[in-house]
């Protein structure tokens, strides 16, 4: 059986995931936080683009204290780690 693509998604759905688990914060919480339902959450952890909907992301992004940044470049999407 081929092993499925891996989403170009999949680095913005495994930033959101740890920083998530870092604040301690369950999929239901995120979700109730940022007007958003809980299938949205695991849609955006889990890479499905079907469901995305940008301002939705954007919600997220601001409850987890996360941005999205665009900037010139020939990556599709580049996340980048947290400075200390």
Known sequence: MARPEISWLQPLAEAVRTQRTKLRLTQQQVSVL???GPVF??????????????????DV???LGLQLTLEPGQQRLRVSEPTS
């Open 34 to 36: 940022a007007g958003c």
């Open 41 to 58: 959450i695991y849609d955006v952890e889990s890479g499905r683009k079907a469901t995305l909907r940008l301002d939705k992301l954007l």
């Open 61 to 63: 992004l601001h409850v």
